[in-house]
């Protein structure tokens, strides 16, 4: 399968249009971004681990009954998709507090939480992508409550999976974000599960393996990645 014209670039991949209008390419880049495109940076190979690990983390998940828009790698940073309908609502699941939710909420980082939170953000780059309700989705006509329903479910089953195949690999799955889209009258998962877009930390130090180090100029940025690559990939 062949790209033909770009359809979308966005902060980490390009989206091609195929020969065939159901499926798309998604090239994963190396460009790095952060705090809404206000830090930016490249991390080297970054592309390449993360459709690797991506491919990977969807196909696990296939294997589960959960259907994702892969179709199939077809090379170092170019991943087959089914061609998505975008919901406009990015989906976060947590399980150890970080980021945001300490920010906004005062929980001291590493706390566990007694039970997974799942949030919704509205994914729109010049609103900083705001918290929200099923109200506020439903009102801004993005998602309907039936879909907001499906989201919540499927981002929770898709943590239990996760959760469990990390912990194998000696990684605590902190949190992280999904992105959901039409096909066909069907919801799949969509977009990539990376360390762009998880929190991910050694079982046993809790050293930070993921965009956490980039964000805050930790060092070691290529390094993480390509452990987190080498655990998910190598340790089957
Ligand atoms: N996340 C993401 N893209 C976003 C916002 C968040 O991939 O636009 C991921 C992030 O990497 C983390 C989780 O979602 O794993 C929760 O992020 P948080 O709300 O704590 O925001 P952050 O502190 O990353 O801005």
């Known amino acids: 399968m062949k790209k033909t014209t770009q359809l979308y670039e966005g902060k980490a991949k390009k989206v091609f249009l195929t020969e065939d209008s159901n499926l798309v390419i998604q090239e994963f880049k190396d460009d790095a971004t952060a705090f809404n495109n206000k830090k930016k940076g490249t991390i080297a190979d970054k592309g390449v681990v993360n459709n690797a690990i991506s491919c990977k983390l969807f196909t696990l998940l296939e294997h589960e009954g959960i259907h994702t828009h892969l179709v199939e790698k077809l090379s170092d940073r170019d991943m087959l998709c089914r061609h998505l309908d975008i919901i406009k609502v ?80 000696k990684l605590k799955l ?28 050694d079982l046993e130090t809790n050293e930070k393996l993921d965009k956490d180090r980039f964000r805050f100029d930790l060092g070691g940025v290529e390094d993480a990645y390509s452990e987190v690559q080498r655990r998910v990939l190598e340790l089957d």
Do not use: Q
């Open 174 to 201: 902190v949190d992280f974000k999904l992105e959901f889209g039409r096909h066909n009258g069907e919801i799949l998962l969509g977009d990539e599960i990376s360390p762009d877009t998880c929190r991910l930390w």
């Open 90 to 169: 990015e989906v976060v699941v947590r399980n150890i507090a970080a980021g945001s939710l300490v920010k906004r909420y005062g929980f001291a980082e590493g706390t566990v939480l007694a039970k997974p939170i799942v949030e919704f953000y509205l994914k729109d780059d010049d609103l900083d992508d705001p918290l929200m309700n099923e109200s506020h989705a439903v009102a801004l006509g993005v998602a309907t409550l039936e879909e907001l329903s499906v989201l919540k479910n499927r981002a929770e089953a898709i943590n239990a999976v996760l959760k469990k195949f990390f912990a194998d690999r």
